[in-house]
């Protein structure tokens, strides 16, 4: 071997011997800096705790294991919020940005098995006020993939730490992202698409329901959302127990729904969702009042001046139920089964439910079955823009034996009906204060029956005297039909749907009682 192959090898093992002495001082260095920055440059009331960090310098790689993370108060000691993981890992770090344009840029970044206790409760704004400054450091963050692992979310309520809301499992992957840390932006988190799959969600939101989904799986074009359900958290005796005043005990259940381009932003710093169409398959809701407790006084909105009163914005262009089934039932008197009416096949579609400005009207369409007999048509339109909350109804009956109202009729009004209901149409419009329509009805010997205070035996002498009002269907027009006249004022304490009785009410009883004539 020559001496000048000899001094090649010596300058390669020198070479390799200093690269290599430098690899190890850079990722010295590297680690160093990064612990320095997560001990001494995370703002004070950040605490990051972790059992070991892995650098590769080459790819841009930083692990952190066992990792907890901590957030307080900024004016005092308590800590609101608990984030715990297995790995926190950020591979393929741009050391450009990083360097040069004050932005985090990553490859991928992934959260495995991350755990998230958060307690809105505690949290307390600053009063200190935050200036305005032109601080030096990352202003963005950007990945081209972020993915969480077997995460778990629980938000709780103040009472004994209970759920507030509650993801046992999910799974999230985000694809070009954008994170900006500067103040005052409008839109934090930019992205291209997502993809999330949650299981057993949980959202206790009252006192006395449960909200429930078993499983929701989601991307940017749409989300699917199986067995949705209010679960009541008593029975019916229960629950009014509990009680001060009137309450609906609800029990919902919807096998699927299906959100098409379901997206949202933020405008403002106001919350925005959109959704292009939603459908909503074979809900099942029961709905049931004791109507022995004091009334709640409280003032009801229309649902006009509810969507225009939300603290976001909100627009579905399209919604269809399909299948559907709802009861409800009144217990009105203590010793009496409560009255209970149905309406089974429920399709309806609906236009526009929004609370945009200069939005479409929305328009309701529902066709249905009353107590599984009768076809009931519904349409029903109003503009929420519209400040006095003006509104149109209209809609059908057809083919109704009266005798099947008779449960519902012998407990709530003390009544027996007998005769059929051939045809009922019906049209009012109205607003918040008062509502005034037409309705014609075909008929054939309508009989009413008012029973004794037992609820047993008829009360002759009322029925005979009640029966006089009532014509029997006779004297109507060309085509069978008697006529009448809707005047109603509504009840600001009772919602839309006791106004919508009310004025089916003042109908029936004008067309029963007046003339008949149009």
């Known amino acids: 071997m020559t001496n000048r192959t000899n001094k090649n090898i010596k ?38 705790m972790y059992s070991d960090l892995d650098i590769n310098m080459l790819r841009g790689n930083v692990v952190l294991h066992n990792t907890s993370f901590k957030i307080k108060n900024k004016d005092t000691l308590q800590n609101h919020t608990y984030l715990k993981l297995e790995t926190l890992q950020l591979n393929g770090i741009g050391y450009w940005d990083f360097l040069f344009n004050e932005t985090l840029s990553i490859k991928n970044i992934l959260l495995k098995n991350p ?4 307690y809105p409760y505690k949290q307390i704004a600053s009063k200190k006020s935050e200036t305005k400054t032109n601080r030096k450091g990352i202003k963005t963050i950007k990945f081209n993939e972020l993915n969480i692992t077997n995460g778990n979310i629980n938000i709780m309520k103040q009472s004994a730490d209970s759920i507030k809301l509650s ?7 985000v694809l070009a992202g954008e994170i900006n840390l500067r103040s005052g932006q409008q839109t934090p988190l930019n992205y291209n698409s997502y993809k999330l799959k949650a299981e057993n969600i949980i959202l206790g939101n009252n006192d006395y329901e449960t909200f429930k989904i078993n499983r929701m799986n989601a991307n940017k ?65 029961e709905i049931y009042r004791d109507k022995l407790l004091p009334d709640d006084l409280t003032i009801k909105p229309l649902y006009s001046e509810f969507l225009r009163n939300l603290n976001f914005n909100l627009a579905i262009d399209l919604t269809e139920i399909k ?54 048509e519904l349409n029903w339109s109003f503009d929420v823009n519209n400040t006095s909350d003006t509104f149109i109804v209209s809609g059908s009956i057809n083919n109704l034996p009266a005798e099947i109202l008779n449960p519902f009729f012998k407990s709530n009004s003390n009544t027996l009906v007998e005769g059929t209901l051939q045809q ?7 607003d918040t204060n008062e509502s005034q329509g037409e309705m014609k009805m075909k008929y054939e010997d309508f ?33 069978g039909f008697r006529h009448g006249n809707i005047q109603a004022e509504r009840e600001k304490t009772k919602s839309f749907f006791n106004y919508l009785w009310i004025n089916i ?12 004539k149009k």
């Open 115 to 118: 755990k998230l206790n958060y």
């Open 505 to 516: 009410k003042s109908g029936i009883i004008s067309t029963f009682t007046g003339s008949g």
């Open 11 to 48: 300058i390669l093992l020198f070479l390799v011997f200093f690269f290599t002495l430098g690899f190890f001082l850079l990722q010295w260095v590297a680690k160093n800096y990064v612990e320095n920055f997560l001990t001494q440059k995370m703002p004070s009331h950040f605490a990051l």
């Open 167 to 173: 993801v046992s499992s999910y799974q999230l992957t």
């Open 221 to 285: 074009e749409v989300m699917q959302i199986e067995n949705l359900q209010i679960i009541p958290k008593y029975n019916k005796n229960e629950l009014s127990s509990h009680l001060s005043k009137e309450r609906d005990y609800i029990n919902l259940n919807i096998p699927k729904i299906i959100l098409n381009n379901f997206d949202f932003n933020f405008v403002k710093n106001r919350l925005g969702i959109t959704v292009t169409s939603a459908e909503i398959v074979a809900p099942n809701l």
């Open 424 to 430: 009922m149409y019906f049209t009012f419009y109205g």
């Open 447 to 479: 009989k009413f029956k008012i029973l004794r205070k037992n609820g047993f035996k008829i009360n002759k002498i009322l029925t005979a005297i009640g029966n006089i009002f009532v014509n029997d269907g006779s004297k109507t027009d060309a085509e």
């Open 323 to 376: 299948d559907g089934y709802i009861s409800y039932a009144e217990l009105v008197e203590p010793n009496n089964q409560a009255g209970k009416l149905f309406f089974n096949k429920v399709d309806a579609t609906i236009n526009h439910i929004t609370n945009h400005k200069n939005a479409k009207k929305t328009e309701i369409k529902i066709r249905s079955e009353l107590m599984g007999k009768a076809p009931l």
